[in-house]
């Protein structure tokens, strides 16, 4: 958590400061061995150099992106859970409940499927 310390100080709202440093600890926790650092002024994690999920702070939601594979991989139960999604990213809303089983299920298909990635994006 201490390569996020600077990024939770920056967000204003206390609230959605601390839903994001709870998914980012529960994240940390959960999955021990991914990296958490900050990269596009954001905090992310990564596996054998190749990016996991990320996270961005928006006014209205936790955007939460996991590639365009994921998304597309689990677009149903994120419409299920009751977020919204584009291509890229999921959006779960400051008052909604988060699902961590699904986030759990994102970042292990993200392990999983880039077990043999050598590039930090998919190409």
Sequence with gaps: MEAFAEY???IDNPQHRARTQEILAWVTKKFPNLM???AWSQPMFTDHGTFIIGFSVAKQHLAVAPEKAGI?????????AGYDHTKQLVRIQ???PVDFSLLEKM???NILDKADCSTFWRE
């Design 36 to 38: 958490a650092k900050i």
């Design 107 to 109: 970042i292990e298909f």
């Design 8 to 10: 939770l100080g920056r």
């Design 94 to 96: 400051w008052d909604s």
């Design 72 to 80: 597309n991989h689990f677009s149903e139960l994120i419409v299920q």
